[in-house]
């Protein structure tokens, strides 16, 4: 299978920042998608942003101009750059990875998730 480990969470006060880090591990073949996900709680889990395997990017309407999301495609790992925090940002953010992988009776498909960092913005 695929792990998928997660870093870069904390505490920050609004306004500041933060990056979370993505590093996806195993038999890996090729990652076409990678992305974030975030759950606050008594809320529904939703993406934040996503990239394809070249540099198409997207992104929530609520991250936009302060959330850059990027990835190494030589280290499998992807990076999402957080600016401009709000408390509103605050939650358990998830990553989020898809693609094919080795496995003894030959390739398969993965949809791997990490186990989630916080991220907590207040004052």
């Known amino acids: 299978q695929v792990q998928l480990v997660e870093s870069g969470g904390g505490l920050v006060q609004p306004g500041g920042s933060l990056r979370l880090s993505c590093a996806a591990s195993g038999r890996i073949v090729s990652i076409n998608a990678m992305g974030w996900y975030r759950q606050a709680p008594g809320k529904e889990r939703e993406l934040v942003a996503a990239?394809?395997?070249?540099?198409?990017?997207n992104y929530a309407d609520s991250v936009k101009g302060r959330f850059t999301l990027s990835r190494d495609n030589a280290k499998n790992t992807a990076y999402l750059q957080m600016n401009s925090l709000k408390p509103e940002d605050t939650a358990v953010y998830y990553c989020?990875?898809?693609?094919?992988?080795?496995?003894?009776?030959?390739?398969?498909?993965?949809?791997?998730w990490g186990q989630g960092t916080q991220v907590t913005v207040s004052s």
């Open positions: 989020n990875a898809g693609g094919t992988y080795y496995r003894a009776t030959g390739y398969s498909n993965f949809d791997s």
């Open positions: 990239i394809t395997s070249g540099t198409s990017t």
